[in-house]
């Protein structure tokens, strides 16, 4: 009754799907965040690969990639931005654990203790020197990506929280109240 | 090459599951094979044992830790692999008749196999630490094999106790081989039994031996850990007669045998054993007299027999040494053999209680003489091999240095156990075969076995007449190097049957006739009123169980009883007692602080906005004020690290700010905007003063380890290597991902744990709102019926 009577807090036709409910519905975020996700997850890869030698690496690009998806869930909503970027983030966390064990392994093969560093002898254009510890970097990086996102989903789609479509239900303590 | 052995068996167990497609009792004869090529392995590396040496083995396994998978064959080894392998031989094979028609029988066989491997490499283990891997191994196995009926209450009853009480013997013996190695400088057996004077005279000796001692006597059953064998007869009859009477149960006898040179001679082992070992023989002799079940029977009987053999290790010298190995044998013959027996009889009758059985020896006659072979050689009736183990068993109770007293006493003890036998085995028999056709013999068309299920028994029976009759002097070349092994000096060995008329053949020939004039009133002791019903033990630990479980019950109720806020104050206080007052006690000297002259004003500025941001957060009225407060100390921390050139940690600061005030967000959007306060006065001030306290105590910490120069700093290395070794530049980096890459592994892998625990925390609570209904609608019928009853 009392949820009834409220007028919608800004709640514009948006450009998201159907059923799909915006953290906060504003045409200038989403406007920056369509423009500012490619730049972002661009700028993750560069933090990245760039670690080894300047500020940066797989926690802060991972950060960085995964702030730039919860921006587009905020201004989106959940179902878009798993529709812009089809990932199960889960299997995602998962592979990147995997992905960062494995090259400990070769440094065994070759009878040295795990995760040994090996390098390549000459860098490669555009990436840089190439070894082990990098690719490591990048299942730190995943993982990071995976976990963060994840979790943000989780919040977002917990029913409890955030009921659909309404973005903002009434304080359970109004309902008792009443 | 002695590893392969423990290996061969091993590698076998997922082979044996083809039982379950082809046919049953010849593809068991067939997997019985393996043992026997083990056998025969094993008796091919023998050579230099005979002599009176040994193989010896060593891989490098884990050498940082001293652990060493290596591998001894000495006599004693010897005589238990032998024993493994040849009595397996008989099991597996036997096993494939008695589960003929068990839809199991391939993953029991799997069982049996797993379990031999680990046997033999708890016995041919040449350093304590790879032996007790394979002695928790047995205990795992026997697990399995006695809960192998896992949907009877009873069989997972059974499995649970012999676990629980030997795998907790086992962190004893851990904790007293780990002490038994620090005492002796080594983890190899053969360092440890070369540094016998060393190791009595060492601090740790009598924790150590106490520690020893109870796993072994968990292991083998002894006073008051006995309860758990008659449970363990749950198991199928093949596997009670490997591992309860012939193996498993001699771990411990086979562990106190193999230390008793480095740790005996001292009254703490030496009386300790005596007096247990001759307890436990006693009690479990008079118990097993009075028994109905076959099994339990034979159960008891293997108690007192474990019994028997932890005394004669106490009673030491060169016959206690001599009558363990003779007995371990005899004892292994003649109890596979009868408990291969009660299992033919219980699987053409349909039962093995006494009372029930009677008059088979028109329908049963084979198997009517293997058993009474197999008695008379447990009954220690002369010219049986067991009559020859009991007179080195009297012989050891003579001899013995411990004194007079306990000389008698062993003796006594010993002739008491020789009358209960006899009239256990006369008991067992005369119920057994003779009188009348019982009620169970009536019902059912009854007769032998197929041949095949009584080579089983037979071949171990008809072996205890024919060991003392032609093989003595072979057997002495087996039994010789293992008694000198037990007995930890060189010892000439010649077993024979007639030594002369002595005071242990009169000891044997009284009780021989006691026992003899008892029997006729077998029934009636059996019959005479019971031992109270705690005396079995095994209530008592069903009622320790219980405690257990309902006093880790309450200590969580109160510990975790829900709400976030105690748990915050319950860690909180934890942490101020197991870190706070150690601090204070010891670590408040180490503060050298000091204030850098160099400090500039905008410096002074971010650090004072932190504690700004802090009262402001508590004095929020709403909750967006206090994630913006709460932000603003964390903007001020990444500027800090800007300041004190530290980028990498000001960039994940920044970003960790960003997303935890996101998430702060998302989770308090549907909380009431402005803040309630529920708690009244005093709790908020006893918060506030815990808080305070742990504030403080966190302030103190990291200003004790900045200022601390009493280990040499890592950073000049971390500098130095960084672009050398790690290539790269960003030395927080380099450490990171390459110096102290394993640490940020283990980071990963918690922080996708937390991610796992969240997932569950949000999908399950999901997923119970659908179940919940179900519920109810299957809880209201069972709940009417009990409402009617009333």
């Not at chain 2, 010896?56 to 238990?80: C, K, M, Q």
Request: glycine share 10%; aromatic share 8%.
């Amino acid at each position: 009754m009392h949820r009834n009577e409220l007028p919608p807090p800004n709640r514009l036709p948006s450009r998201s799907t159907p059923r799909d409910s915006a953290l906060y519905d504003s045409l200038i975020l989403r406007t920056v965040s369509r423009l500012m996700m490619p730049l972002l997850l661009l700028l993750s890869i560069y933090m990245l690969l760039r670690g080894h030698n300047l500020p940066g690496g797989g926690f802060i690009g991972g950060l960085l990639a995964a702030s730039a998806i919860i921006l587009q869930i905020v201004a989106f909503g959940p179902k878009t931005a798993r529709r812009i970027l089809p990932v199960n983030y889960l299997l995602l966390a998962a592979f990147g654990v995997f992905f960062g064990a494995i090259w400990g392994l070769p440094a065994m093969v070759a009878g040295l203790p795990y995760m040994q560093a090996f390098w390549l002898p000459e860098p490669i254009p555009g990436v840089g020197k190439l070894g082990t510890p990098v690719l490591f970097d990048i299942g730190v990086y995943l993982t990071v990506i995976g976990v963060t996102t994840k979790i943000a989903l989780l919040l977002v789609e917990e029913p409890i929280l955030f009921p659909l479509p309404a973005m903002k239900p009434s304080p359970v303590e109004t309902e008792d109240g009443a | 090459m002695l590893y392969p052995l423990v290996l061969i068996a091993l590698a076998a167990a997922p082979f044996a599951l083809v039982a379950r497609f082809a046919g049953r009792d010849r593809i068991a004869w067939g997997l019985a094979l393996i043992p026997l090529a083990i056998f025969g392995l094993t008796l091919a590396q023998a050579g230099p044992v005979w002599e009176g040496g040994q193989v010896v083995e060593r891989i490098a396994w884990v050498p940082a830790l001293g652990l060493n998978l290596s591998f001894t064959l000495d006599g004693l080894s010897l005589l238990f692999a032998l024993i493994i392998t040849g009595i397996g031989t008989l099991i597996v094979g036997y096993a494939g008749h008695y589960l003929a028609n068990d839809s199991g029988l391939g993953r029991f066989l799997a069982y049996m196999m797993l379990f031999m491997g680990a046997m033999l490499g708890l016995v041919l283990a040449g350093n304590v630490l790879t032996m007790f891997v394979f002695w928790e191994l047995t205990s795992v196995t026997s697990y399995l094999l006695i809960g192998y009926k896992h949907d009877y209450a009873d069989a997972r009853r059974g499995a649970l106790h012999s676990l629980l009480v030997t795998a907790g013997g086992g962190l004893a013996l851990l904790v007293g081989l780990l002490l038994l190695g620090q005492a002796a400088g080594s983890y190899e057996l053969s360092d440890i039994l070369a540094a016998g004077d060393v190791l009595r005279a060492h601090a740790l000796y009598p924790a150590a031996v106490i520690l020893i001692l109870l796993g072994c006597f968990t292991k083998s059953a002894q006073i008051p850990f006995h309860f758990w064998l008659p449970g363990a007869m749950q198991a199928p009859t093949p596997a009670s007669a490997f591992l309860h009477s012939a193996t498993m149960v001699k771990a411990g006898v086979y562990l106190m045998a193999r230390l008793s040179p480095a740790l005996g001679g001292t009254a703490l082992w030496d009386v300790t054993l005596a007096v247990v070992g001759g307890a436990t023989m006693t009690f479990a002799a008079i118990v097993a007299m009075r028994q109905f079940d076959l099994k339990a029977m034979l159960a008891y009987t293997t108690i007192s027999m474990l019994g028997a053999l932890t005394m004669q290790i106490g009673l030491g010298g060169k016959y206690g040494a001599e009558g363990v190995a003779t007995n371990i044998l005899a004892h292994a013959l003649y109890k596979s053999a009868l408990f291969m027996l009660a299992g033919v009889i219980d699987h053409e009758c349909g039962t093995r209680d006494l009372r029930r059985l009677g008059g088979l020896r028109a329908y049963m006659p084979q198997t009517m003489v293997v058993t009474a072979l197999a008695l008379l050689s447990f009954g220690g009736i002369p010219v049986m091999f067991g009559f020859v183990a009991k007179e080195l068993m009297l012989e050891a109770a003579l001899e013995t240095d411990l004194g007079a007293t306990l000389s008698l006493l062993a003796v006594a003890a010993i002739a008491v156990t020789a009358v209960a036998y006899l009239v256990t085995g006369w008991r067992l028999f005369s119920n057994t075969f003779l009188g009348q056709r019982s009620m169970a013999a009536m019902q059912q068309h009854i007769t032998d076995p197929t041949p095949g299920m009584l080579i089983g028994p037979g071949v171990p029976a008809v072996l205890s007449l024919l060991i003392p009759l032609a093989f003595l002097g072979p057997i002495s070349g087996l039994i010789g190097p293992a008694s000198a092994a037990i007995y930890g000096k060189p010892l000439e060995v010649k077993l024979a049957l007639w030594h002369g008329v002595n005071t242990a053949l009169l000891v044997s020939l009284g009780a021989i006739a006691v026992g003899a004039g008892l029997a006729r009133f077998g029934e009636q002791l059996a019959n005479l009123r019971g031992w109270p019903a705690w005396s079995r033990g095994d209530m008592i630990f069903d009622r320790l169980i219980e405690r257990t479980l309902a006093g880790a019950t309450a200590l969580t109720r109160t510990i975790q009883e829900g709400r976030l806020r105690r748990y915050i104050l319950l860690t909180a206080l934890a942490m101020l007692v197991f870190v706070g007052v150690p601090f204070v006690s010891f670590g408040l000297g180490e503060i050298r602080f000091s204030l850098d002259p160099q400090l500039q004003f905008y410096e002074i500025l971010a650090a004072a906005l932190i504690p700004i941001g802090v009262i402001a957060t508590i004095n929020a009225r709403t909750r967006l004020g206090a994630i913006i407060a709460v932000s603003v100390v964390g903007a001020m921390v990444a500027l800090l690290f800007v300041l004190f050139s530290a980028p990498d940690l000001s960039l994940t600061q920044l970003l960790i700010e960003v997303l935890s005030t996101v998430f702060l967000l998302l989770v308090f959007s549907v909380l009431p905007v402005r803040f309630e306060n529920f708690s009244a006065a005093w709790v908020r001030r006893r918060d506030a003063i815990v808080a305070s306290l742990v504030g403080i105590m966190m302030t103190g910490l990291v200003l004790a380890t900045a200022t601390n120069d009493a280990f040499a700093p890592l950073a000049p290395f971390f500098l130095e290597n960084s672009l050398e070794k790690g290539k790269g530049a960003n030395v927080v980096n380099v450490i990171l991902v390459d110096f102290r890459g394993f640490d940020t592994l283990g980071e990963i892998t918690v922080l996708f744990i937390a991610l796992l625990g969240i997932y569950g925390l949000l999908r399950l609570r999901q997923g119970k709102d659908d179940v919940a209904p179900e519920r109810v609608t299957t809880a209201e019928p069972a709940a009417e019926p009990v409402d009617t009853q009333r």
